[in-house]
């Protein structure tokens, strides 16, 4: 099936086997930044570096990742989708074996740069897939069941990456992401739609979008890194990102992409997800803090806890698929964005007397709320961009919620630095974060997302 053919049935059907196959690859490309946490340990003793230095075993991936995602995307929209992809997947899988046979830590860096790099192509590619595999009327639905199999997936992945490192060793971790990427690269080989043209030819166009483009966004994403330990190292990344965003900016290839921000509708939407991503100050920072240092609960029962939040998402997926299909993206996902604002203030009022259980379940509340945003927000955003740009309205969909990911630890790390005590500190960390889930929400209201028609 070519892509063009895809595209005109997309009005009538929906191929959900290409569906499961590009949502079982993104949950391969994210398990190789969310489970490898629990091989750190072993790779600084196994190469004698510090602690410091196996963070980069993940930023050396993570990186490069969100760097391509929206040369990717503009890529999406001529190149073969299945040619792209494939390459992708394969490109994973070869560095995940150069990871595992890495003789030396640089070495172990540079597989997991080629592993990002390529393997993150993935991302950019993702909503033109959506939009070219399934029919409007079921989009949402779409969108529900890639996320559901990434947020279910990905708490398999992180619970079973600690067995298989500790029966086989760090090397054993990336010897399973290689098995992974094979059989998500069959599935794509057999399900993404192609149009027959192949891998495209890397001209300068493409060499100047993914290095401008991609350097700005990796740079931006470095600054949050040392925004805190090294101020200075954070102001030259901050100052980098600018200057090759205006490079971006001003090349000609870039002036389709350009016109698409400028979209009073589209640009609201992305700045809205940003903002409302930051949620993730309240959930990787602030109260695992608070559990540690007030609470004194230990490690294992921390991630317990937090998987409260995970489960939340999981319940109220698939039911914000169906609303969303049902009542129109943009009217679910700004009732999602209300409710995840109501669901943060029984978080304002946590402290050292709180038990557990309590705290568990205002989490899974918050997380319902978020998987009733997410969802219909990401189908949102792939519906208000035009057809032939869904590419890059997926790649920016992507790029923006890392970023907002991103900030949130850093605005939350920043607050809690200011409290005179942990219960003071998690306070305002998690008013700040609160005040900025507000802004987001009020952000999308200007986008008046109500206005936009159910699906027929």
Known sequence: MTTETAAQEAATRTDWAAIVAVGFAQLVVAAGMSSLAVALPLIRTGFAVSEAATAWVLLAYALPTGAVAIAAGRLAERADLRAVSVFSMGALAVGSVAAALAPTFGTLLAARVVSGLLGGLLFGMTGRIIVTSSAPQRRGRAVSLIALMMTVGGMGTVGAGGFVVGAFGWQGLFWVFAALSAVA????????????????????????????????????????????????????????????????????????????????????????????????????????????????????????????????????????????????????????????????????????????????????????????????????????????????????????????????????????????????????????????????????????????????
Do not use: C, K
């Not at 389709?256 to 640009?267: C, E, G, I, Q």
């Not at 209201?445 to 699906?455: E, G, H, K, N």
């Open 185 to 456: 690269l069959a599935g794509l080989a057999f399900t993404v739609p192609s149009n027959g043209t192949g891998l495209p030819r890397p001209d300068r166009a493409l060499v100047v979008d993914v290095a401008a483009s991609g350097g700005a966004i990796a740079m931006f994403l470095l600054a949050f890194e040392y925004v805190d330990s090294s101020p200075w190292i954070a102001l030259g990344a901050l100052a980098a990102s600018v200057a090759l965003a205006a490079v971006w900016v001003r090349q000609p290839a870039s002036a389709p992409t350009v016109a698409l921000l400028r979209s009073p509708l589209l640009a609201g939407a992305l700045l809205s997800l940003t903002l409302l991503s930051t949620m993730t100050g309240l959930l990787n920072f602030a109260l695992p803090f608070l559990l540690t240092d007030v609470h004194r609960v230990r490690p294992e029962l921390v991630s317990t806890v937090m998987l409260a939040f995970i489960g939340g998402v999981a319940v109220t997926t698939p039911l914000a698929g169906w609303l969303s299909d049902r009542f129109g993206s943009g009217r679910v996902s700004f009732a999602g964005a209300g409710l995840t604002v109501a669901a943060t203030v029984p978080l304002l009022f946590v402290d050292g007397s709180t038990g557990l259980v309590d705290l568990g379940v205002r989490i899974g509340v918050a997380g319902a709320a978020m998987g009733l945003f997410s969802i219909p927000m990401n189908a949102y955003l792939l519906s208000s961009a035009p057809p032939e740009q869904s590419g890059t309205a997926g790649a920016f969909m992507a790029t923006t919620r890392t970023i907002g990911a991103s900030l949130g630890p850093v605005v939350a790390a920043l607050a809690w630095g200011l409290g005179a005590t942990a219960v003071d500190g998690y306070r305002l960390a998690a008013w700040t974060i609160a005040a900025i889930l507000l802004a987001g929400a009020a952000l999308q209201a200007t986008t008046r997302p109500w206005r936009t028609p159910a699906p027929a």
